[in-house]
């Protein structure tokens, strides 16, 4: 019967406001460097995947240590998704707090980027095609839409992140 006196709620709750706020930092950086916008660098999400991978990566080792060296996958998956969920409702507060104060006029720039984009990538577009494209994008162009992306891209990243991270870290007690 294995008995566990390890608190994982404080392994999700700290590694999940340290990874949130590691996003939030990041972030606030892009927005007061104005490369917010900046949708073709690369860097910018590898810096994202790096952070993410490597504070729940430490967080389940962190639990693994605590726990004798033993760490079922299971029990990686609720310890790795529950800090995902922490960063995840952080960064949605990154994003209420960005379009709300910060960058209230954030939605106008990215529809005038994005009408930049479509006129740059094709420039024979008719004023009628032009007017669809943007009519479909200023329907999702909204601070909702971008919650519930952003949920969903870091809950699904997330499970990958945690995926791997537990694969590695696993390691079964021996009966």
Not at 24 to 38: I, R, V
Not at 63 to 77: D, E, P, T, V
Request: net charge positive; aromatic share 10%; proline share 2%.
């Amino acid at each position: 019967m294995e008995t566990n006196a390890i608190s994982t709620k404080k392994h999700i709750t700290k590694y999940g406001v340290i990874l949130g706020v590691a996003i939030f930092a990041c972030n606030l950086f892009l927005n007061l460097t104005d490369n917010n916008m900046n949708f073709k660098e690369w860097t910018i999400s590898i810096i994202g995947v790096v952070i993410s991978l490597s504070i729940i990566s430490y967080g389940l080792y962190n639990y693994k240590c605590a726990n004798n060296g033993f760490l079922k996958l299971k029990r990686a998956f609720k310890i790795g998704m529950g800090i995902v969920l922490i960063s995840a409702i952080i960064h949605i507060i990154w994003i209420v707090l960005n379009e709300t104060i910060f960058e209230p006029d954030l939605a106008n720039k990215m529809m005038t980027i994005n009408r930049d984009r479509i006129i740059r990538n094709n420039p024979s577009i008719t004023p009628e095609e032009l007017h669809e494209q943007l009519a479909f994008f200023q329907k999702t162009n909204t601070i909702y839409f971008r919650i519930a992306f952003g949920l969903t891209g870091n809950i699904l990243m997330g499970f990958i992140y945690v995926l791997i991270s537990g694969l590695i870290l696993a390691k079964k007690k021996d009966l």
